[in-house]
């Protein structure tokens, strides 16, 4: 069973459509995927209309949140998309990119570079706006070879130039609010060092402590020796490990499946959720 919790569609920052998205998973021979786009919920529908006889799919949202000045994202699965509080933070969230975008666009002219807030616009489309379509302008642009390279501190990495804070969550307040919508939570990519500051285990310790259930050990932005610690940290916690590719179709070069979660994990984490159920293919449109 391969299994999948981590990826992107066009209503945040990946090149699939949500019905592009589950069939490339089922054409990539995952049994299960889990939409997680920024801070919202809004390819549901579309993913659920369109899935595949075989997939299932588990909705999800990857969360922004910032603790002591350090950014970090909090995956939630199996929550209720409507339950008020939650709702009401993920919009507050959302609110803030296009400001922040904006912001970007600003600096990165008063840096001589030729982007328009048109250009991010038609990048992002419907989606949820945030630094991948800035990134994809600067390639677009010639300024720096692929998205990943715009993540640094000459560009768009926290703290970097034309970095541009936004309102992001308390992550102990993302771990009550999803929780109290009946989700479950997973701290996403929490070693990813070449994106900027990582959170410092203690308070890995503590989120574990107020109710986090797990951490994202498996992740193309971890090398073998810190998937294998990040693994130990979750025993010694007490927190389940997951893997996942990530995936934000063209934007990254991750792939479907790169990285995959245990189905015991899998199980483990539909099981303490009571807000929403994952969705059984049974043929899609």
């Known amino acids: 069973m391969r299994i999948d919790l981590h990826a992107h569609s066009t209503a945040s920052d990946g090149t699939d459509t ?4 589950v069939r490339n998973a089922a054409a990539a021979g995952l049994d299960v995927v889990a939409l997680t786009d920024h801070d919202t919920t809004r ?6 209309t369109a899935l595949p006889a075989g997939l299932t799919l588990v909705p999800g949202a990857e ?3 910032r603790i002591d000045g350090v950014s970090m994202h909090m995956l939630a699965y199996l929550f209720d998309p409507e339950e008020p509080a939650l709702l009401a933070e993920r919009e507050l969230v959302r609110d803030d990119r296009v400001p922040r975008a904006r912001g970007m666009v600003a600096k990165l002219q008063e840096l001589g570079v030729p982007v328009t807030w048109e250009q991010i616009a038609r990048i992002a489309g419907d989606g949820s706006v945030g630094r991948p379509h800035v990134a994809t302008a600067l390639v677009e642009l010639g300024v720096v070879p692929t998205v990943s390279d715009a993540f640094t501190e000459e560009w768009l990495a926290d703290g970097g130039r034309a970095f541009v804070e936004k ?15 009946g989700g479950v939570t997973v701290f996403a990519h929490p070693a ?7 959170v410092p285990e203690s308070a890995i310790a503590e989120l574990a402590a107020a109710g986090l259930d797990g951490i994202e050990a498996d992740h193309m932005d971890h090398d073998p020796d810190v998937r294998t610690h990040l693994r130990g940290l979750a025993k010694e916690l007490g927190l389940l490990a997951t893997g996942s590719s990530d995936y934000h179709g063209s934007r990254k070069t991750c792939v479907l499946g790169e990285y995959v979660t ?21 043929g899609g449109a």
């Open 167 to 181: 309102h992001e969550t308390d992550p102990f307040e993302a771990v009550r609010l999803v929780k109290a919508a």
């Open 18 to 21: 949500p019905a592009e998205l």
């Open 262 to 282: 245990d189905p015991e994990v899998y199980g483990e984490l539909a099981r303490r959720a009571t807000g929403a159920a994952p969705v059984r293919g049974t």
């Open 43 to 48: 390819g549901y529908a579309e993913a659920i």
């Open 192 to 198: 990813a060092a070449k994106r900027g500051r990582t």
């Open 63 to 65: 969360l922004s949140c």
